[in-house]
């Protein structure tokens, strides 16, 4: 099994700045996951990160917004770019093992 | 397209069964099956690939009709633990990317 870790765990942000959410893993993994999860609803894929190419981004989630980096094989960077009411959600990173994927805890974001 | 998950709520007594089922309207590769407690990361059940393989806990157990692109999670002899909301997050084409797209959720509550 992978441990995955995240931070911040939670943060409140104003509304037009950024934040980075970073994620570890405590072993080499190639495949990470970007989602988003608001309250109470369903798990949404913003993109795959995978080292040593470009983060392939699904419908709806953009590069501007949602820039990623994945600069080795335990970590990966998610950052929330100009931020509005709209990003307020918990972001997860995974990682994929041989056949499940494990969550990290997750970072709760607030922007007021 | 997001998969649909039935049904969305069921309550329980302790000992008893429930069937959650998850239907895609595309092609499917492999089904995965997690289930979340309250402010905590998904935690990975079951996957069901095409071609018949399955891998997950031993007490859960799970179909998937290639053909209807469905698949159903039963849970028998329902312990308090088991409460929770149980996802389906599936996996279509033949890619390889593992990346998901979840179903709504059901949200499963077992009473003493």
């Known amino acids: 099994s992978a441990v995955i870790s995240q931070k911040p765990s939670r943060d409140i942000c104003q509304r037009g700045t950024s934040l980075t959410i970073q994620c570890q893993v405590d072993?080499?993994?190639?495949?990470m996951f970007w989602y988003r999860q608001q309250p109470g609803q369903s798990l949404t894929l913003i993109a795959t990160?995978?080292?040593?190419?470009?983060?392939?981004?699904e419908s709806g989630f953009v590069i501007d917004k949602f820039p990623i980096s994945r600069p080795n094989l335990t970590f990966s960077t998610l950052t929330v770019s100009n931020m509005s009411p709209e990003d307020s959600s918990i972001y997860l990173c995974s990682v994929a093992a041989e056949y499940e994927q494990y969550f990290g805890p997750g970072t709760r974001l607030t922007v007021t | 397209q997001q998969p649909v998950q039935s049904p969305q709520a069921v309550i329980l007594r302790e000992g008893e069964d429930a069937v959650i089922n998850c239907s895609s309207s595309k092609a499917l590769y492999s089904v995965h099956w997690y289930r979340q407690k309250h402010g905590e990361a998904p935690v990975f059940l079951m996957i069901l690939l095409k071609g018949g393989e399955q891998k997950g806990h031993e007490k859960i157990s799970a179909s998937f009709n290639e053909k209807k692109q469905q698949s159903s999670l039963y849970l028998t002899a329902s312990q308090l633990s088991y409460s929770g909301t149980y996802f389906c997050g599936t996996e279509s084409g033949n890619t390889g990317r593992r990346a998901l797209t979840f179903g709504s959720g059901t949200r499963l509550q077992v009473q003493p």
């Open positions: 990160a995978n080292q040593g190419s470009e983060a392939t981004y």
């Open positions: 072993s080499q993994v190639t495949m």
